[in-house]
């Protein structure tokens, strides 16, 4: 990583920092918007139950196949059905424990995002790599040079050069911009 970067990088964070109460407020709400998890425990619930029946009937069919005779297409078609309920039950549960997984990774993540935010110096004059790692999803390198960090958070932060003036002047010489999600 350049120095430039990390300088940009220091700027876009101190910029974060100018705005904390606000900054934390917004996290707090996107944690509860993005992060919770009770609708995806209660569809859980339902494909359990779903599939608790899907088995029961499958045993049964297969059951009744043992002590009885039956035509064998109809029960085969029976049978399939019965195994494709109890398959969907499955991909279904597998699809929703992924999403609540992510859920609760996202919920995590901004939660260290946040106490990291409310402990944070006003300003940071090092770069840190675990700093780094910790608040920034991605940054994206724009045509005209400027840098758009993307904080985990779902805030962004541009930072590009204005013309050269020196650096304590009324002019700075980058200018920030900042975008919240």
């Known amino acids: 990583m350049t120095e430039e970067v990390k300088e940009k990088f220091l700027r876009a964070f101190t910029s974060l920092l100018?705005?904390?109460e606000k900054l934390v407020e917004n996290c707090r709400l996107a944690?509860?918007?993005?992060?919770?998890?009770?609708?995806?425990?209660?569809?859980l619930e339902e494909l359990q139950q779903e599939k608790e029946m899907a088995a029961k009937l499958v045993r049964q069919a297969i059951e009744e196949n043992a002590h009885?005779?039956?035509?064998?297409?109809?029960?085969?078609?029976?049978?399939?059905?019965?195994l494709d309920r109890y398959q969907q039950a499955v991909e279904g549960i597998d699809q929703l424990e992924r999403q609540k997984k992510g859920r609760k990774d996202k919920n995590r993540e901004m939660e260290r995002f946040i106490k990291h935010i409310e402990k944070a110096d006003e300003t940071l004059t090092d770069f840190e790599e675990g700093l780094?790692?910790?608040?920034?999803?991605?940054?994206t390198v724009l045509i005209d040079g400027r840098l758009m960090f993307h904080f985990k958070d779902g805030t962004e932060v541009q930072v590009h050069h204005l013309e050269e003036t020196p650096f304590h002047s009324i002019q700075q010489k980058e200018q920030v911009t900042m975008q919240t999600g």
């Not at 009885?68 to 019965?82: A, F, I, L, M």
């Not at 780094?132 to 940054?139: G, N, S, T, Y």
């Open 132 to 139: 780094w790692v910790l608040i920034i999803e991605r940054v």
């Open 18 to 20: 100018e705005y904390r």
């Open 68 to 82: 009885r005779v039956v035509d064998p297409e109809t029960w085969q078609e029976s049978y399939k059905g019965y």
């Open 31 to 43: 944690q509860k918007t993005l992060c919770h998890v009770k609708d995806i425990e209660e569809e």
